[in-house]
């Protein structure tokens, strides 16, 4: 079995240091936060990441 102390990881935080705080602002309901909306779309909305291939097949592809 491998030991996991013989390996070393990323932290799953890396790259995100140093960003503004999410606001606190509510919604009427009171339930939920206030989504700031996005400066555009995510590239996740046109096309696929990798290793999926963007052909005809849409996706069914595995490289």
């Known amino acids: ?3 996991p102390w013989n390996y070393t990881y990323i ?3 890396e790259g995100y240091q140093g960003l503004e705080p999410l606001p606190n602002e509510r919604a009427e309901d009171g339930k939920s936060f206030i989504n700031p909306p996005a400066e555009k779309k995510s590239e996740a909305y046109t096309k696929f990441t990798s290793p999926i291939m963007n ?3 849409g996706g069914f592809e595995y490289v």
């Open 1 to 3: 079995m491998s030991e």
């Open 11 to 13: 932290s799953p935080l």
């Open 55 to 57: 052909s005809i097949r």
